[in-house]
């Protein structure tokens, strides 16, 4: 007898549930806006602190083919400058690419080396035409990658999460985060450094310290998904 109360009550409030979520799903998806690249605004700072650099001047990058704005930053340490570029993208990660694609380094992405840092993550580092290159991909959440799988391995462990569900339902967020804050930092090699050397280990040195420095600032500063 009890059960049969209650069964009717219960399919309407299954009925009530099941109704609403599909009321917020079709809300979120009629409500959400695709902005083309050139539309995306860029809310990059103008102003990054790096621990041991002055920052000498920064300016806005264009959107270029299929990269959105970004922002330029140029930093000294003494006599030493450090130019660093840097685009917030839908991504999928692939560091050897956009450095083929996007820089005039495509010869030698080849040899990137892939190097890792506790705490930071994984970073690429190359020399080409007497310049010190370092790129990755600094992540919404986890550490820094350079390769796709390292890109989404990030994605399966820190975005599926129970917390991120309800602001994937009201549209509020993507499932999985793919956004990355494409970072790419370069510095002149000390004269008569022998290109095959990524040695001038100071220099190396110098500019991976300016990347954790970097790196630490985004994750207490990464944008808020829109």
């Known amino acids: 007898m009890v059960s049969g109360f209650w069964k009717p009550i219960r399919l309407v409030l299954l009925a009530g549930v099941l109704g609403s979520t599909l009321w917020v799903l079709g809300r979120a998806i009629s409500t959400h806006e695709v902005k083309t690249i050139s539309e995306q605004p860029n809310n990059l700072p103008e102003k990054i602190s790096l621990s041991e650099w002055e920052l000498q001047t920064s300016s806005e990058l264009e959107p270029e083919a299929d990269l959105p704005r970004g922002r330029q930053y140029q930093y000294r340490q003494r006599a030493t400058p450090l130019e660093v570029k840097v685009r917030l993208m839908i991504s999928?990660?692939?560091?050897?690419?956009?450095?083929?694609?996007?820089?005039?380094?495509?010869?030698?992405?080849?040899?990137?080396?892939?190097?890792?840092?506790?705490?930071?993550?994984?970073?690429?580092?190359?020399?080409?035409?007497?310049?010190?290159?370092?790129?990755?991909?600094?992540?919404?959440?986890?550490?820094?990658?350079?390769?796709?799988?390292?890109?989404?391995?990030?994605?399966?462990?820190?975005?599926?999460?129970?917390?991120?569900?309800?602001?994937?339902?009201?549209?509020?967020?993507?499932?999985?985060?793919?956004?990355?804050?494409?970072?790419?930092?370069?510095?002149?090699?000390p004269p008569n450094t022998k290109p095959d050397r990524v040695a001038a280990e100071e220099a190396l040195k110098t500019l991976e310290n300016a990347w954790y420095s970097w790196h630490r600032w985004w994750e207490l500063n990464f944008p808020p998904a829109q």
Not at 93 to 105: A, D, E, W, Y
Not at 171 to 185: A, H, S, Y
């Open 92 to 189: 999928d990660g692939n560091i050897s690419r956009l450095l083929f694609v996007h820089t005039p380094i495509k010869s030698a992405n080849a040899g990137l080396q892939i190097r890792y840092h506790t705490g930071v993550g994984h970073y690429g580092v190359l020399v080409h035409q007497d310049r010190l290159y370092l790129s990755a991909c600094v992540n919404p959440r986890g550490e820094s990658t350079v390769t796709e799988p390292q890109f989404m391995q990030n994605r399966y462990k820190y975005d599926l999460q129970v917390s991120r569900v309800l602001p994937w339902i009201l549209g509020q967020e993507p499932l999985l985060d793919q956004r990355c804050l494409w970072t790419l930092m370069s510095m002149p090699l």
